[in-house]
Structures are given as C-alpha cells and as structure tokens.
T-cell receptor, first 111, second 116 residues
C-alpha cells in the first residue's frame, strides 16, 4: 500500500506571506502527482497535475514541484490571500490506476 | 468544471437498510471512482471502474458493491447500511489519455450519508 504524508496538518500565516506545503510519497513508480483544494463542506478542486516526466507546473500564484528520487512534492503559494484558506491535498497515481491521497494541510491565511 | 453530479446530496437512513448512491458524468471518461472521506483518514478508495461492467475493489470495499452499465453512470450500493458507513462519499472521474500517463482526476460535489 502506498503511503502519502502531508506535513504540517495545519498552518496559519499572515496575508501576503509566501508559503510551501509538503507532500511525501513512498511509491517509486509514481505516474503523476496531483494537488487539490477543498473548501469546508465542498468537493475537491484540481489545482495542478505534474506528470512523472515533469519537475514542476505553474498556475497563477501556485507552483508545484515533483522530485521522484526523494519522494517529495511541494506546493508553493505566493503572496497568500485570505481566499486561499482551505485544505490542500496531494494525491499520487500509482499502478492499477489507483490514486493515493494524503490527509491534507489545513491552511488559514489571516487578514 | 468537469460535468459530474452526485445524487442524492444528503441522505439519512437507518441501520440495515440498503442505500444506493449515483454518480453521473458527461465527460465520457473511462475511469470512475468512489471514495469516502472521514476525519483523520482522508480520502479512501472504495471501488473503481475502468470501463462499462469493469470494476475493481479499493482499500475499503467491504460492505459496498458497485455497478456500471453505462459509461456515464456509476452506482455505489451499501447492501445493509451500518453506522460505520456514515461518511461523505465522493465520486471522481479520470480520462485515459496518451497510454494512461495523463490521468487528471476530477471530483463530484459529494454525498453526505448519515446512518442512524
């Protein structure tokens, strides 16, 4: 069973700060890694997908990186805003087309 | 947004009754998934489908069955609901492009199920 770990479980930062969320995985044969955002009581919204052949993807203020050799991915959020407050989850796609999820980092951006 | 709907969105039922949740997609994607989300456990895969009538078990499949008779619909059935199956259930879909190396997953809005 693949393991995906996200540390810290919760993070609180002042508005405007740049921040990094971490995701660690044990699958050495990862196909891709996907970052999601989840607002309370809502479904998951896809943010970024990094294929195994790529090292990073960018969308607006978000940048995700993938280092297969160390089993790590990071999500960088620039100039954080209160609207960024949510839970962020990572998921890796392994063999059998099954996705394995971390338990998420709950982010609070304080105005 | 990907065209994924789930029904019902909320349901309260009693222990021992059968329950069926429906996921409907308009994207014609090959893969469909059912997850449950519980505090402290994150998202856990229940069952998934890789085509019409093709399904397989996930991590927490006991007490659940699925069916997929059409590309667009994936049904999750709790054969005899128990209180431990109180959870939020999410359906997800993904395509099979370029030999499966680009499988971005999209989620439905979820169904909140309470078993009394």
């Amino acid at each position: 069973k693949q393991e995906v770990t996200q540390i810290p479980a919760a993070l609180s930062v002042p508005e405007g700060e740049n921040l990094v969320l971490n995701c660690s995985f044990t699958d050495s044969a990862i196909y891709n890694l996907q970052w999601f955002r989840q607002d309370p009581g809502k479904g998951l919204t896809s943010l970024l997908l990094i294929q195994s052949s790529q090292r990073e993807q960018t969308s607006g203020r978000l940048n995700a990186s993938l280092d297969k050799s160390s089993g790590r991915s990071t999500l960088y959020i620039a100039a954080s805003q209160p609207g960024d407050s949510a839970t962020y989850l990572c998921a890796e796609l392994g063999e059998g087309n099954q996705f394995y999820f971390g338990t998420g980092t709950s982010l609070t951006v304080i105005p | 947004d990907a065209g994924i709907t789930q029904s019902p969105r909320h349901k309260v039922t009693e222990t021992g009754t059968p329950v069926t949740l429906r996921c409907h997609q308009t994207e014609n994607h090959r893969y469909m998934y059912w997850y449950r989300q519980d505090p402290g456990h994150g998202l856990r895969l229940i069952h998934y489908s890789y085509g019409v009538k093709d399904t397989d078990k996930g991590e927490v499949s006991d007490g659940y069955s699925v069916s997929r008779s059409k590309t667009e619909d994936f049904l999750l059935t709790l054969e005899s609901a128990t209180s431990s199956q109180t959870s939020v259930y999410f359906c997800a879909i993904s395509a099979d492009l370029a030999g499966g190396i680009y499988n971005e997953q999209f989620f439905g809005p979820g169904t909140r199920l309470t078993v009394l």
